[in-house]
């Protein structure tokens, strides 16, 4: 039997993560984790998933706001261990789970928020939002972060730390409007959008669907 090729996720140490992340001419991890911090304080969850948390980017957001559930997934246990190690004390809530989102499952309704930033590029996108559907309690929110497609700027910014290279032979960018032609097949109606351009010229589209279990169609304000 042909064997499953291990994702490069897997092949690129936390540290070179971090340090690419957070490098002057990308300075993604901070746009990041002010997303984190303004999605938290929009919506105030009692319950919530952080898919592809790495090391827990923004969880200090998380800290002494009365949430019961808070669950992070990623599929590689060396960034788990570290969001473990920054957060267990302040955060006892805090429940981490190392999985391949395209297998992971949660019981239904389980979450008033899913947040999902720079995740999408790397998974099956379709079987995900299938799954989010039902992870969210009726009336939850999911809320996306897309990298748009841009010709004039590389899939990954130059950095001295290569291993992040890898990532240039999986990251898939995901046009908007193919990826809101997908996600209306999953009674989630988008309710609020918000573009970000970095420095480096890479814009980001930040999504928010309401789940709707009712059928019925948000419409927009006039
Ligand atoms: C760009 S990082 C996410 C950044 C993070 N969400 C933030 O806000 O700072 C992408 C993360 O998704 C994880 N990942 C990629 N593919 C995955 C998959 N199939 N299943 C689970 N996690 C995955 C990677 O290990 C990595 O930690």
């Known amino acids: ?3 499953k090729a291990k994702n490069p996720w897997l092949k690129i140490p936390a540290e070179d993560y971090e340090r690419h992340m957070s490098a002057p ?3 993604q991890l901070q746009m990041l984790n002010k997303i984190f ?3 938290l304080n929009e919506f105030q969850p009692k319950s919530i998933a952080v898919l592809g948390c790495a090391t827990g980017n923004g969880f200090e957001h998380l800290i002494n706001k009365n949430i019961e559930q808070i669950v992070g997934i990623d599929v590689n246990q060396e960034y788990l261990a570290i969001c473990k190690k920054r957060f267990e004390k302040k955060l006892p809530q805090l429940e981490l789970v190392c999985a391949d989102l395209n297998d992971a499952e949660f019981p239904n309704s389980s979450f008033d928020l899913i947040h999902a ?3 999408f590029e790397y998974v099956e996108v379709e079987p995900l939002l299938s799954k989010i559907s039902h992870w969210l309690k009726s009336n939850g929110n999911l809320s996306v972060v897309l990298q748009l497609p841009n010709d004039a ?3 990954v910014s130059e950095t001295p730390y290569q291993s992040l290279k890898l990532l240039n032979s999986i990251m898939k960018l995901i046009e908007p409007e193919v990826f809101r032609e997908k996600v209306r097949q999953y009674e989630l109606n988008e309710t609020r959008n918000y573009k970000i351009k970095l420095q480096s010229g890479k814009c980001f ?3 928010i669907f309401k789940q709707n279990k009712t059928g019925a169609q ?3 304000p006039l």
């Open 1 to 3: 039997m042909k064997e």
């Open 25 to 27: 001419n990308v300075l």
């Open 37 to 39: 911090a303004d999605v």
């Open 117 to 119: 930033a720079l995740v």
């Open 153 to 155: 700027s590389a899939l």
């Open 205 to 207: 589209l930040g999504i």
């Open 218 to 220: 948000y419409i927009e």
